[in-house]
């Protein structure tokens, strides 16, 4: 499972950081000398080219941790003075994370090449913290929503006239998708609700492949009413660090040492 995360996150920075065309920069780079010092070093083919390089080589689990050290200098510039797309913040975050795990002792051209069993993935926390992280994205937007004024439609319904990025039209009280009608308030209510669910419901075991489905329908929706970037992707391919072999009921079958998590 750390293996097929690394290789998800690895495929989504690609995405997220692949062109500069159409990059909004942000305000702080109206200064000349910064903005000629970015277009000198960050905006050249040869900066594209090195942190491709080392994201190729972080997808295929060489020397993830080192290469992640190296990802994050790299990348941060960029993130910090670009116009944001949204979930590339959380894709550093977690790329932080990774560096504290041997992500390449799973998925990856190491383990096609290794005849031992595979060394353990490394401490279990910064897995947590990876969970966390999810856990808190859906509870702050929940928060955010949980308002009379959104789950009444009102602030839905001026959103999806202001914004760019919203796909619909929900100005005359209805949400249109797949070829249904909602009212806007109950298309309100009913993703604020899932998002409160989200939060939590991914912490209990038996109840977790069923909320990662309702995760995946949700995202599916969302995809089709608002744009997000890359958001809807991470989120769903972070619902695999929920499944990975690491709880507190499992310590009898793990081998020794249980801090550890399984490799995958």
């Known amino acids: 499972m750390v293996g097929a995360v690394r290789i998800g996150l690895a495929l989504l920075l690609m995405y997220s950081f692949s062109s500069h065309e159409g990059w909004m920069l942000s305000g702080r780079l109206d200064y000349p000398v910064i903005r000629n010092l970015y277009e000198m070093i960050f905006f050249t083919d040869a900066y594209w080219w090195f942190y491709m390089g080392l994201l190729i080589l972080f997808g295929a689990g060489i020397g993830s941790r080192v290469v992640g050290l190296l990802l994050l200098p790299a990348l941060a510039p960029l993130a910090l003075h670009l116009s944001a797309?949204?979930?590339?913040?959380?894709?550093?975050?977690l790329l932080l994370a990774f560096v504290w795990l041997r992500s390449d002792s799973g998925v990856s051209v190491a383990g096609l090449l290794r005849t031992g069993p595979a060394p353990p993935a490394g401490p279990?926390?910064?897995?947590?913290l990876m969970q966390i992280q999810v856990s808190l994205i859906y509870a702050v937007n929940a928060l955010a929503k949980s308002s009379?004024?959104?789950?009444?439609g009102d602030v839905l319904m001026a959103l999806s006239i202001m914004l760019p990025n919203f796909l619909i039209d929900a100005s005359d009280g209805w949400v249109r998708v797949w070829g249904m009608a909602l009212p806007v308030w109950l298309a309100a209510s009913a993703s604020t609700l899932t998002e409160?669910?989200?939060?939590?419901g991914l912490w209990f075991r038996r109840w977790r492949w069923a909320f990662a489905v309702l995760g995946i329908l949700f995202h599916?929706?969302?995809?089709?009413?608002?744009q997000?970037?890359?958001l809807d992707h991470l989120s769903m391919i972070l619902y695999l660090l929920f499944f990975i072999p690491f709880e507190?009921?499992?310590?009898?079958?793990?081998?020794?040492?249980?801090?550890?998590?399984?490799?995958?």
């Open 220 to 226: 599916m929706i969302l995809k089709s009413i608002v």
């Open 148 to 152: 009379p004024a959104y789950l009444s």
């Open 196 to 200: 409160w669910a989200l939060a939590v």
């Open 85 to 93: 797309i949204a979930g590339r913040y959380t894709m550093l975050c």
């Open 228 to 230: 997000i970037g890359g």
């Open 124 to 128: 279990m926390w910064p897995i947590r």
């Open 248 to 264: 507190r009921g499992d310590r009898a079958a793990q081998p020794k040492n249980s801090s550890t998590v399984a490799a995958g």
